[in-house]
């Protein structure tokens, strides 16, 4: 019998070969952006991508050569497509679920990214992994000659690599997002299965199941995404996300934190990258934001224009508040993701027909492309301000902190101008600070780092460097700006014990090993996570009544997070009151004042604790104890206004704490504010009633009782205001005649 020879002896195996391994690195390449919404994007979860899968590839290699030996090639290579199929279904539903499993967050971060893609991916990667030694032998017994056969076999499993990796990277995820790229895996390699062996019954099982399950995970149906969810097809609807998109860069989504005022955060895989109160975009958020717009406002007071230059576009919350305050000015924003912009375009308040400039490409980039420029004698922008916000403690682009850039960034900053780097680390750590100030100082002659006034050592915290060339004074700007931040400027002696952290490292293009640096940071980040994940946990415990379990969950959170201790027991405390266990709740309600001002944090606000313990008090008839605590209710409340101007809730709760009080008149005050900035709230309208009646004051009660009643008519509430048409009757024969 002749041999078969010829290009179309090796089409199957090659196309067999080539198909699987572009599955592989579709899936590869799939893996790094599902498991980014759990765990962030960084050299830890990549390493762990590229490791579980040549892990899984290389036991599907030892495992595909001794099945070839034991079995036909067809049966074989359908019932591997098959079951492969099968996993790409498991990938979705494990990866929605491994992600909860609470004892994996108990782990330290490395072995937690580990452990996170070995469940979900390494399976897949070794049952693909069998098909190209089952196709090599297959292809042998066919007579083919032994070496050209290896070598065909390996250049179209290589192929195969390069096509999916192109694929997935630079057309699929963009268009289709990376759970529907998984099914169609699925389906990819359910139909070889089919086609290597037509009359494997349970390939035709398996398309029953594959569809329906398709259906549920993947229908815009309500009643399909609600079975889907609950069998884990698909991640549990937050209903607080107004948008969300799958960018070539990330998966980016906007939350919506608060309703009155309209609060959104801005997140990007799994980092909260800004928050931003729509309508009002002077009233900033982020501490290093308020630093930021500190120095500004403090070096260009009374300047109309500015030059400025944000890399990192994030929400474009800053960018805003700049283009506000001063309108006119040349604000440039790098911004290497176009699916950001789009984000903060649709749901970040950022206008359509905005004055800020978008260019989408690396920094580095574009400060190149400026002094290529500039080096031609072209005319380009010198910027009185250049603001770093690209840095996290996931993923640090090293290229954007060297002393090379650095140096790039001298050139196009005027010589009064500024340039502030926003960065996260922790003070026993210290390593990465420690080496960014050290390189900013090479190139600058005067560096400032601000800080929270007073933070954990053990915890992450935002640091703010502040870069000029001519000596500033930040503490005198800010106590000009606003004397109400609390902040901490480093010393020498503080810079001093970064230098020794960073064993007095520059970082530089040759030599940046940022994510060492910051490694332990993002094992410390784990910690946190946990804590939010038993915050998670004791919320849904508490809404299902099982208030015992709960407050066990809330008191590990705040053990593993200090800073949730405040929430944590708020929440405990709350829940003793439902059960009427007055004295334990009272105990709650101090432990959290306690921590409050151990920690002496003027960004943990406890108006709403001092009210409820208050309150307590005054139930146990204990009045004086309950007065101060009002007093310091007061105190919180008007701290939070300060912050938030346009926050109707909490003119409401310094209503309330006044009302309590007996300050009748502070209190109609501030239901009068409420009142105007939320007047379809008849919360408030009851409030400023009550207090104006209190007072004597019936003339002013009844009008806006009157106001009141025309505003529940006007809305179609007939019976509310027919009752209230009783009350507006009472309150007029009561009147002196």
Not at 66 to 86: E, G, N, T, Y
Not at 362 to 379: F, H
Not at 500 to 508: A, C, E, N, Q, R
Request: charged share 20%.
């Amino acid at each position: 019998m002749d041999k078969p020879k010829g290009f179309f002896s090796i089409l199957i195996p090659g196309t067999t070969v080539f198909t699987s391994s572009a599955c592989i690195m579709v899936l590869e390449l799939v893996a790094s952006r599902l498991i980014a919404k759990h765990l962030g994007s960084s050299l830890y979860t990549w390493t762990a991508v590229i490791g579980v899968v040549l892990a899984g590839i290389t036991v599907g290699n030892y495992l595909g050569g001794r099945i070839a030996d034991k079995f036909k090639a067809r049966k074989i290579l359908a019932s591997i497509f098959i079951l492969s199929s099968v996993a790409c279904v498991v990938v979705v539903i494990l990866n929605n679920l491994v992600g909860e499993w609470i004892w994996l967050w108990k782990l330290s971060w490395p072995v937690r990214v580990f452990s996170h893609v070995a469940l979900v991916f390494l399976m897949p990667s070794v049952l693909l992994g069998t098909i190209s030694p089952v196709v090599a032998k297959m292809a042998l017994d066919r007579g083919l000659s032994t070496g050209r056969t290896v070598g065909d076999i390996y250049a179209c499993g290589a192929a195969g690599s390069i096509f999916g990796t192109f694929l997935a990277g630079f057309c699929l995820i963009p268009a289709i997002g990376t759970i529907a790229i998984v099914w169609s895996v699925g389906a990819v390699l359910l139909i070889m299965g089919i086609l290597y062996w037509v009359r494997l019954w349970q390939a035709y099982i398996w398309l029953i199941v594959f569809v329906c399950a398709l259906v549920m995970g993947m229908s815009p149906a309500e009643a399909m995404q609600k079975t889907g969810a609950s069998i884990g097809l698909r991640q549990k609807p937050d209903p607080a996300v107004i948008y969300e998109a799958e960018t070539p860069y990330c998966y980016v989504a906007v939350r919506q934190l608060s309703v009155k005022p309209d609060k959104r955060e801005f997140v990007q895989d799994k980092l909260r990258h800004s928050e931003i109160i729509i309508g009002n975009v002077n009233n900033l958020q982020y501490f290093y934001s308020k630093i930021f717009a500190g120095i500004t406002h403090g070096l260009r007071t009374g300047q109309d224009k500015i030059n400025a230059m944000i890399i990192g576009g994030g929400g474009y919350a800053f960018p805003q508040y700049l283009e506000k305050n001063w309108p006119g000015s040349r604000i440039d924003v790098v911004e290497i993701d176009p699916g950001v912009t789009k984000a903060a375009t649709a749901a970040f308040g950022l206008p359509k027909n905005t004055t800020i400039n978008t260019y989408s490409m690396d920094a580095r980039n574009y400060v190149d492309e400026l002094l290529i420029k500039k080096n031609r004698g072209e005319p380009i922008p010198l910027y009185d301000f250049i603001y770093e916000d690209a840095i996290n403690d996931f993923s640090v682009p090293f290229q954007l902190v060297t002393q090379e850039f650095n140096e790039k960034i001298v050139h196009i900053l005027k010589d009064d101008g500024v340039y502030m780097v926003n960065m996260i680390d922790t003070h026993d750590n210290g390593k990465f600070l420690g080496a960014l100030i050290n390189t900013i100082q090479k190139t600058f002659p005067n560096a400032y780092v601000i800080t929270n006034y007073l933070s954990l050592p053990d915890l992450r915290d935002t640091y703010v460097i502040i870069a000029t060339k001519r000596a500033i004074n930040p503490q005198a700007i800010f106590e000009k700006y606003d004397n109400t931040l609390r902040l901490r400027y480093l010393e020498k002696s503080d810079l001093d014990y970064f230098y020794k952290k960073s064993g007095g490292m520059v970082l530089t293009d040759n030599y940046a090993p940022v994510e060492n640096l910051l490694a332990p940071v993002v094992k410390q980040s784990s910690k946190e996570s946990l804590a939010r994940k038993y915050l998670s946990q004791a919320e849904s415990l508490k809404r299902n009544q099982k208030f015992d379990k709960s407050i066990e969950k809330y008191a590990a959170a705040g053990e593993l997070n200090p800073s949730m201790t405040i929430k944590a027991y708020n929440e405990i405390a709350m829940m003793y009151v439902q059960q009427n266990n007055i004295s334990a709740a009272i105990k709650a309600f101090q432990k959290a004042i306690a921590y409050h001002n151990s920690q002496e944090n003027s960004q943990n606000v406890i108006g709403t604790i001092c009210f409820n313990l208050a309150t307590l008090y005054q139930r146990m008839g204990k009045n004086n104890e309950a007065v101060e605590q009002f007093r310091e209710a007061v105190k919180q409340f008007s701290i939070e206004i300060a912050e938030q101007p346009d926050s109707a809730m909490l003119y409401g709760r310094l209503g309330d704490a006044y009302a309590s009080m007996g300050d009748f008149n502070s209190a109609a005050q501030a239901f009068s504010k409420a009142v105007e900035l939320e007047p379809a709230n008849p919360e408030y309208f009851d409030g400023l009633i009550k207090t104006l009646e209190m007072q004597g004051k019936l003339d002013d009660a009844i009008v806006a009782l009157e106001k009141q009643i025309k505003l529940m008519q006007n809305n179609g509430q007939a019976e509310t205001s027919s009752n209230l048409q009783k009350y507006l009757d009472f309150l007029k024969y009561k009147k002196p005649k």
